[in-house]
């Protein structure tokens, strides 16, 4: 009987395919009770390799908040780093089809493991491996990043370059439904000039994808000068869906630089979605127009700060995640460099409005050598609570939503390279996961006392964690068709 509910809840209790008929439904979905997350040696000094995480997020549970098993990866090297599923709720109306599978692609060896979850969903094991000389050899890319599912049963993969790390050799990776490599997705002479995250609206058969720059930079570390040199992206690029015709680039400026995570809103009527820009430090919102083109414009811009004791004299907010919740009311993001989440009510999506912000962490915040400094040249450092005895190291990275939106749960890993040159605690201390209470109703979040996972405290030693996944899909994996 117990293993029937963990089953159910494993299905999203669904009575057709994966997931959810539409993004309400599944706001009414089961509470979380497991967590998946990527976490990482790469980059550490630590010759241990890369693992899945299962955390704990019951509260009735004795090892709530805890880390319960983990899964390593075989090789040493991987950088694990977003993670997608095999079926999501874009499947709901095939019943043969099973979000049972997590793809992981591998940022840097340029592997994509595949991780059944279904079989023990608290103990998940590796199902299969796909081998980038594989998919070097059919497709010619590498550097895999976002994964999701498709309604067909084919998962698609954005790759950020070609072996050598170039971005001109970037584009999309089509698996099937057992993970063999069918080819490129994109047409011929239709990939992106750079490559990221994307999302698709198949009603209003168009995907976009964003940039974050070229392999051989982004690898090493950060270096402004990479941005001169025009290593970085600034672009979104618009597709016909499912045909993968690059149908129109948006030049998104010096006011767009480095657009990341990119989400259309949820309910798959609408036309309007939003991109995240990390060193412009700017939420973009795009629509379609009359004349069935694509515009865009800044909905949000995080003003940057003037500070001392840094490496330059001003400090981005640096946006390196977002969401939005599943009834499209509220979007969420991190400024991985300030320290802060922020949430907005985009009810309006053309006039959203801050209604809640919490400091968890950053580069200025008291203790730190780093001070801001306001317009009357008064310095000032961000008060940032410990939990439960920790000091919170890092800044605020990967977010994930629960279904109901009253819970978010944070880790403060960017990637390894960018981890140790920003946050070098973080190598020396690894991450921790935290857990953001959220009214859902009015705005306003606030920090959770009772959820604090520890990944220094890891027994192959300190380690970098990075994305998040629940069982039963969520906001940033699933969308619906």
Request: proline share 7%; with cysteine.
């Amino acid at each position: 009987m117990a293993t029937d509910t963990v089953v159910a809840e494993h299905q999203g209790c669904c009575t057709k395919g994966p997931g959810y008929a539409t993004p309400l439904d599944a706001m009414s979905g089961p509470r979380e009770k497991l967590l998946y997350v990527t976490c990482l040696y790469t980059g550490t000094g630590r010759e241990k390799p890369d693992y899945l995480a299962t955390v704990d997020a019951d509260p009735s549970s004795s090892s709530y908040s805890k880390v319960i098993h983990r899964l390593p990866v075989p090789y040493i090297g991987d950088e694990l780093h977003h993670s997608g599923w095999n079926s999501c709720s874009s499947c709901y109306g095939d019943s043969s089809a099973q979000r049972r599978f997590l793809v992981l692609p591998s940022l840097v060896s340029g592997r994509i493991y595949v991780v059944d979850t279904q079989k023990n969903p608290r103990a998940p094991s590796l199902h299969k491996v796909v081998e980038p000389a594989d998919i070097v050899q059919k497709t010619g890319l590498s550097y895999p990043h976002t994964a999701h599912c498709l309604a067909s049963g084919d998962i698609l993969v954005s790759c950020l370059g070609d072996k050598d790390g170039n971005a001109e050799g970037n584009g999309f990776l089509l698996l099937d439904s057992e993970f063999n490599v069918k080819g490129r997705w994109e047409k011929p002479g239709h990939s992106p000039a750079f490559g990221y995250d994307f999302w698709y609206q198949p009603r209003h058969k168009t995907m976009i994808s964003s940039s974050w720059g070229a392999p051989l930079a982004f690898t090493k570390g950060f270096n402004l000068q990479h941005v001169s040199d025009g290593l970085y992206g600034r672009h979104l690029f618009v597709y016909s869906w499912p045909d993968g015709e690059l149908k129109q680039t948006l030049d998104l400026g010096n006011t767009g630089l480095i657009p990341l995570e990119i989400r259309f809103l949820h309910d798959p009527s609408k036309d309007i979605g939003f991109v995240g820009c990390a060193l412009a430090s700017t939420m973009v919102r795009f629509s379609k127009t009359q004349d069935g083109s694509w515009n865009h414009e800044v909905a949000i811009s995080v003003k940057s700060l003037k500070v001392q004791n840094w490496i330059l004299p001003e400090m981005p907010g640096l946006i390196t995640d977002f969401l939005i919740s599943l009834d499209d009311r509220f979007l969420y993001f991190s400024n991985w460099l300030h320290g802060d989440i922020r949430q907005y009510n985009i009810e309006d999506p053309k006039n959203p409005v801050l209604t809640g912000q919490v400091w968890v962490g950053g580069l200025f915040q008291k203790g730190s050598p780093v001070v801001a400094v306001t317009d009357d040249g008064q310095p000032y450092q961000s008060d940032v609570p410990e939990v439960q005895g920790h000091h919170l190291r890092g800044g605020p990275q990967m977010i994930q939503l629960s279904l109901d939106g009253k819970r978010l749960y944070v880790t403060n890993s960017l990637f390894s390279a960018w981890d140790c040159q920003f946050y070098p605690e973080l190598k020396e201390k690894g991450s921790h996961m935290l857990q953001i209470d959220v009214n859902s109703e009015k705005g306003g979040m606030a920090i959770n006392p009772n959820f604090f996972v520890d990944f220094e405290a890891e027994p192959d030693g300190p380690a970098l964690a990075h994305e998040m996944r629940y069982p039963g899909g969520d906001c940033t994996s699933d969308i619906w068709i």
